[in-house]
């Protein structure tokens, strides 16, 4: 068996919808962050490949966990972002936790609810931020709002492709429940234009998300490190674009993604004003300091 890395879908971390180990996140994270993407990216492939059966895809992502544990050394990927890990003193538990949720895409195709959907986030999502931020040495307080803003962009992904996974892999994240609640049907997935049913399905869901996104809101103001406080604020910038954009058009016959002149435009200026924010708590203090010593 060839190792998974030559099934990848030749997708990188510059192709994804929000940044991954950019310029703002200091030099000497960047390489940790990249080994955990790779990592993640092959399991990912593994999962959505469209002509590998379930045993052989399960059989990999477990070859992959392997590699990563230091059960093996098949998979480049896995024992790349191992060395990283111990030469760092970090644990697996997030890349695992990745690993239970491509296991879960493989034999899962249908969510019944929010809650359902939340739990998937738990594993498919969150980690990512987790991980980040562990990396970059944050308390486990900022958690809470991490969470918030890895399971928005994650069903922010899942709105934007949602006709393409159906069509391609039978797969669903749309809950049934809303999905039956607005009366519309898996099925109508399959359209070559959303049905009214599936616009205010869409819709309802985004704001569903948006309002996931609001609770991440103070994460920039409560991480230590400034750079990734930038990015995270350019995150949430995109973030708040897309879904506008999912309340703007149809997912099933127009695009609903940034161009890539958009995305440095508006994560640009939210990462600056970040910035500004930061500076300007730091002037206010250091002059309350001065009238003080007076």
Same mark, same amino acid.
């Given at each position: 068996?060839?190792?998974?890395?030559?099934?990848?879908?030749?997708?990188?971390?510059?192709?994804?919808?929000?940044?991954?180990?950019?310029?703002?996140?200091?030099?000497?994270?960047?390489?940790?962050?990249?080994?955990?993407?790779?990592?993640?990216?092959?399991?990912?492939?593994?999962?959505?490949?469209?002509?590998?059966?379930?045993?052989?895809?399960?059989?990999?992502?477990?070859?992959?966990?392997?590699?990563?544990?230091?059960?093996?050394?098949?998979?480049?990927?896995?024992?790349?972002?191992?060395?990283?890990?111990?030469?760092?003193?970090?644990?697996?538990?997030?890349?695992?936790?990745?690993?239970?949720?491509?296991?879960?895409?493989?034999?899962?195709?249908?969510?019944?609810?929010?809650?359902?959907?939340?739990?998937?986030?738990?594993?498919?999502?969150?980690?990512?931020?987790?991980?980040?931020?562990?990396?970059?040495?944050?308390?486990?307080?900022?958690?809470?709002?991490?969470?918030?803003?890895?399971?928005? &962009?994650?069903?922010?992904? $899942? !709105?934007?492709?949602?006709? #393409?996974?159906? =069509?391609?892999?039978? %797969?669903?994240? *749309?809950? /049934?429940?809303?999905?039956?609640?607005?009366?519309?049907?898996?099925?109508?997935?399959?359209?070559?234009?959303?049905?009214?049913?599936?616009?205010?399905?869409?819709?309802?869901?985004?704001?569903?998300?948006?309002?996931?996104?609001?609770?991440?809101?103070?994460?920039?103001?409560?991480?230590?490190?400034?750079?990734?406080?930038?990015?995270?604020?350019?995150?949430?910038?995109?973030?708040?674009?897309?879904?506008?954009?999912?309340?703007?058009?149809?997912? &099933?016959?127009?695009?609903? $993604? !940034?161009?890539?002149?958009? #995305?440095?435009? =508006?994560?640009?200026? %939210?990462?600056? *004003?970040? /910035?500004?924010?930061?500076?300007?708590?730091?002037?206010?203090?250091?002059?309350?300091?001065?009238?003080?010593?007076?």
């Amino acid at each position: 068996m060839t190792n998974s890395a030559a099934l990848r879908s030749g997708k990188g971390h510059r192709d994804e919808n929000f940044p991954v180990a950019s310029y703002l996140i200091r030099r000497r994270h960047r390489p940790a962050i990249l080994a955990f993407y790779n990592f993640v990216r092959v399991a990912d492939d593994i999962a959505d490949h469209p002509s590998l059966s379930r045993h052989e895809k399960l059989t990999r992502l477990d070859r992959l966990e392997a590699s990563l544990l230091g059960g093996g050394s098949d998979e480049p990927e896995g024992v790349r972002l191992r060395e990283v890990l111990r030469d760092r003193e970090l644990s697996a538990e997030h890349a695992q936790h990745l690993l239970k949720a491509f296991r879960q895409d493989v034999v899962k195709n249908r969510y019944d609810n929010w809650a359902d959907l939340i739990v998937y986030c738990t594993y498919s999502a969150m980690p990512v931020g987790r991980f980040v931020l562990q990396v970059h040495g944050e308390s486990k307080t900022t958690w809470p709002a991490s969470d918030a803003l890895c399971a928005a &962009l994650q069903i922010i992904n $899942h !709105l934007q492709d949602c006709a #393409a996974d159906y =069509r391609k892999l039978n %797969r669903v994240y *749309l809950p /049934l429940d809303a999905l039956s609640r607005h009366g519309a049907s898996v099925e109508s997935l399959a359209a070559p234009r959303a049905s009214p049913e599936l616009i205010g399905c869409l819709h309802d869901l985004a704001a569903q998300t948006k309002t996931l996104l609001q609770k991440s809101g103070a994460l920039p103001d409560i991480v230590v490190d400034k750079r990734l406080a930038m990015e995270i604020s350019a995150i949430q910038a995109l973030a708040r674009r897309l879904i506008a954009m999912l309340h703007e058009r149809d997912p &099933l016959s127009e695009r609903v $993604h !940034l161009t890539k002149t958009e #995305a440095i435009t =508006r994560g640009t200026a %939210r990462a600056t *004003l970040q /910035l500004f924010r930061v500076l300007g708590r730091r002037a206010s203090a250091f002059y309350r300091s001065q009238a003080h010593e007076y």
